[in-house]
T-cell receptor
């Protein structure tokens, strides 16, 4: 069964360092997303990406964050200068369509980012 | 403001003891309501999508229903392997994003 794959599963980084989280969405999906979940809190939307550009972003997704689809299969989230409060589980998701059939988003297993 | 509230926060059931989880939502216009299961340290696993009031979906011991203000996830004769956090999310019109509730942590004891 097709699945969304994320690497690494766990990343520890020092405050101020840049990190890149990687995702391989399901191959025939068109819409790509990053969400995050701070420990014990709800899953929060960060950004959506369609047709090689950002279609929507949240207030959390400030200038420190960027996304890229460098080739036909990978989708990355970059945090330029990490802060302690960036520590969270980051989930990549993808879906075929936005509406009706195929609208369900499938999530990866997540990357646990720990900023020290 | 679009909002999702789930109750109860936690639920402990004996194996075979049926119950329901509630998801109340306030949204400007509903494109879809989604139920996910999340195991500790894992990503949300898709269960159901509901689009219209009155709609119902079933899968094994789970059944999801939708009204104009809330959704229920009914669990019939649960087993210990059903233990997980169940997340509800809504997608409003004119947006790509899912808005999640805080989830209901379900524990089923043998």
């Amino acid at each position: 069964e097709p699945e969304v794959t994320q690497t690494p599963s766990h990343q520890v980084t020092q405050m101020g360092q840049e990190v890149i989280l990687r995702c391989v969405p399901i191959s025939n999906h068109l819409y790509f997303y990053w969400y995050r979940q701070i420990l014990g809190q709800k899953v929060e939307f960060l950004v959506s990406f369609y047709n090689n550009e950002i279609s929507e972003k949240s207030e959390i997704f400030d200038d420190q964050f960027s996304v890229e689809r460098p080739d036909g299969s990978n989708f990355t989230l970059k945090i330029r200068s990490t802060k302690l409060e960036d520590s969270a589980m980051y989930f990549c998701a993808s879906r075929t369509f936005r509406d009706r059939v195929g609208a369900e988003a499938f999530f990866g297993q997540g990357t646990r980012l720990t900023v020290v | 403001e679009d909002q999702v509230t789930q109750s109860p926060e936690a639920l402990r059931l004996q194996e075979g003891e049926s119950s329901s989880l509630n998801c109340s939502y306030t949204v400007s216009g509903l494109r879809g309501l989604f139920w996910y299961r999340q195991d500790p340290g894992k990503g949300p696993e898709f269960l159901f999508t509901l689009y219209s009031a009155g709609e119902e979906k079933e899968k094994e011991r789970l059944k999801a229903t939708l009204t104009k203000k809330e959704s229920f996830l009914h669990i019939t004769a649960p087993k210990p392997e059903d233990s997980a956090t169940y997340l509800c999310a809504v997608q409003p019109y004119n947006t790509d994003k899912l808005i999640f509730g805080t989830g209901t942590r379900l524990q089923v004891f043998p």
